[in-house]
């Protein structure tokens, strides 16, 4: 049986995984504000130090996996664009970069990042904003966001989400990660029936704009449901998974762009990559 940390353990989806895990007989280390065995506050820079040195500690340096699920969904408000910047990107990116030789003693650890459709779903999410993430910058991502002004919350959250993605498969594929035995991967829900959705539901506008939304399947998913998708994303089926991004949105992905994705790299990019693993490889 293995040891796995979970982030937002207290609640929807990651309260489904740590579950799951724990009838399963696993070990797992939970974090969240509350009602886990690491109580951080992921929304600033030494929380997420707390957290990430709480789970090392009681895991002892050594563990199997990881879930990264905690995460604020885009309702409106003043400080909730800031909130997401820090816990949807920062609150990932920070602890899986300390988690890093943990996961490698383990030898053949699995990683799921909670990502998002909201990563192909929203329109007008700027480059900027997307560079700020990357460049490790939540002051200017946060400056891009709020010239959205009361949109503010929903770009901060695709571009939170965008950049995150963009990490877990930049990430997935060097030499320190995959290299060390470690699956990452992320898993791209779309509107989950969660404290999260409810919150949205809560506000009439957002209501019916969630409502409104095309999911070809319809209605919303089931929580407990994506906690099968992630316990299955950290089990041995997931040897040869790298770097994926599972949707599991009821189609919505699907209906906005059928034909954008798969398309193959252009010929130059084609060329530099191979000659890159060549020389990695010395071939
Ligand atoms: P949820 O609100 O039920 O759970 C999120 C957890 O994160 C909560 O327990 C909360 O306390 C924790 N959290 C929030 N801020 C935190 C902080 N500052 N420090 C520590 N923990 C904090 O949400 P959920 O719907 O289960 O979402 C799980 C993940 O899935 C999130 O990353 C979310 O963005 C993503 N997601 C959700 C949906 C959806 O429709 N529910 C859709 C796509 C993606």
């Not at 957290?51 to 604020?72: K, P, Q």
């Not at 300390?98 to 779903?121: D, E, H, I, R």
Request: aromatic content about 8%; cysteine-free.
């Amino acid at each position: 049986m293995g040891t796995y940390a979970v982030t937002g353990s207290a609640s929807g989806m990651g309260a489904a995984v740590a579950q799951k895990l724990t009838d399963a007989g696993h070990r797992v280390i939970g974090v969240d504000l509350r009602d886990a065995d690491v109580i951080a506050d992921l929304s600033t820079p030494d929380g997420r130090a707390s957290a990430a040195s709480g789970v090392l500690g009681l895991a002892e340096n050594r563990f199997d996996g990881a879930v990264l699920a905690a995460g604020l969904g885009p309702t409106a408000g003043a400080e909730r664009a800031r909130l997401i910047i820090e816990v949807n990107y920062f609150g990932v990116t920070e602890l899986l970069t300390a988690w890093q030789p943990a996961l490698a003693t383990a030898g053949n650890a699995k990683v799921v990042v909670f990502s998002s459709n909201s990563t192909t779903t929203v329109p007008l999410v700027p480059r900027s904003l997307i560079k700020a993430f990357r460049d490790g910058d939540a002051g200017k991502a946060l400056r891009v966001a709020m010239r959205f002004r009361k949109f503010a919350p929903p770009i901060a959250y695709a571009g939170s989400k965008i950049a995150l993605t963009h990490w877990v498969r930049r990430t997935a594929v060097a030499p320190h990660w995959v290299g060390e035995g470690i699956r990452l991967n992320a898993l791209a829900p779309g509107a989950i029936r969660t404290p999260l959705l409810e919150e949205q539901l809560e506000t009439p506008s957002e209501r019916k704009q969630i409502e409104s939304f095309p999911v070809p399947v319809g209605g919303f998913g089931d929580a407990s449901q994506l906690g099968e998708w992630a316990v299955f994303m950290l089990s041995p089926a997931a040897d040869f998974l790298v770097g994926s991004v599972v949707f599991v949105d009821g189609g919505t992905d699907a209906y906005f762009r059928p034909d954008d994705w798969p398309r193959p790299p252009t010929l130059p990019r084609y060329v530099l990559k191979t000659r890159q693993w060549a020389r990695r490889r010395r071939l």
